[in-house]
T-cell receptor
Framework: GAVVSQHPSRVICKSGTSVKIECRSL??????MFWYRQFPKQSLMLMAT?????????EQGVEKDKFLINHASLTLSTLTVTSAHPEDSSFYIC?????????FGSGTRLTVV | GENVEQHPSTLSVQEGDSAVIKCTYS??????FPWYKQELGKRPQLIID?????GEKKDQRIAVTLNKTAKHFSLHITETQPEDSAVYFC?????????????FGRGTSLIVHP
């Protein structure tokens, strides 16, 4: 149980375009979703925390206008990287809080060319 | 806020040896300490966790110990195998009620040589 499905797993986009990443909780209601960014061989950097039906809380240094987070339902949270640039290339991963801890999505490898 | 320190950043062992990864935390209110294993390009997977009312927990070759007084917890892997090679993350959080955010350590890259 407590599975989070994340799509797409890989995406390559042109500089200046936007990319949407989706995380769906398949068998539970994800009231809270955490969005992380991970650079190679580094830890998970929390970008923002989203709660269903309310605005996301962004960590210091994360541009809320660039990384749009929507958590419109208890089973879906999305992260949109707007006007993507090569420096946004990274591994993005979501995590939902469950009754038993935290469960992660499979991650999205974003490459901006 | 919570601060989690994890050591070492890299750990290289021979197959069959034991591996120990240590974490410290700062917030005495933290009561839930999970450990995750992440293989390259994949999601972190929970391998074991411990709550603050327990001092030790074991699951086959993996064990976690917690010292609440000293605010540190450790992951112990015995009889390591090459497939144990991965990055391991510790985390600390407050479980139960309210809004809480898990704080992750920086990760330990474990390399098990055959």
């Amino acid at each position: 149980g407590a599975v989070v499905s994340q799509h797409p797993s890989r995406v390559i986009c042109k500089s200046g375009t936007s990319v949407k990443i989706e995380c769906r909780s398949l068998d539970f209601q994800a009231t809270t979703m955490f969005w992380y960014r991970q650079f190679p061989k580094q830890s998970l950097m929390l970008m923002a925390t989203s709660n269903e039906g309310s605005k996301a809380t962004y960590e210091q240094g994360v541009e809320k206008d660039k990384f749009l987070i929507n958590h419109a339902s208890l089973t879906l949270s999305t992260l949109t990287v707007t006007s993507a640039h090569p420096e946004d290339s990274s591994f993005y991963i979501c995590s939902a809080r469950t009754d038993y801890g935290y469960t992660f999505g499979s991650g999205t490898r974003l490459t901006v060319v | 806020g919570e601060n989690v320190e994890q050591h070492p950043s890299t750990l290289s062992v021979q197959e069959g040896d034991s591996a120990v990864i240590k974490c410290t935390y700062s917030d005495s209110a933290s009561n839930y300490f999970p450990w995750y294993k992440q293989e390259l390009g994949k999601r972190p997977q929970l391998i074991i966790d411990i709550r603050s009312n327990v001092g030790e927990k074991k699951d086959q070759r993996i064990a976690v110990t917690l010292n609440k007084t000293a605010k540190h917890f450790s992951l112990h892997i015995t009889e390591t195998q090459p497939e144990d090679s991965a990055v391991y993350f510790c985390a600390a959080s407050i479980r139960g009620g309210g809004s809480y955010i898990p704080t992750f350590g920086r990760g330990t890259s474990l390399i098990v040589h055959p």
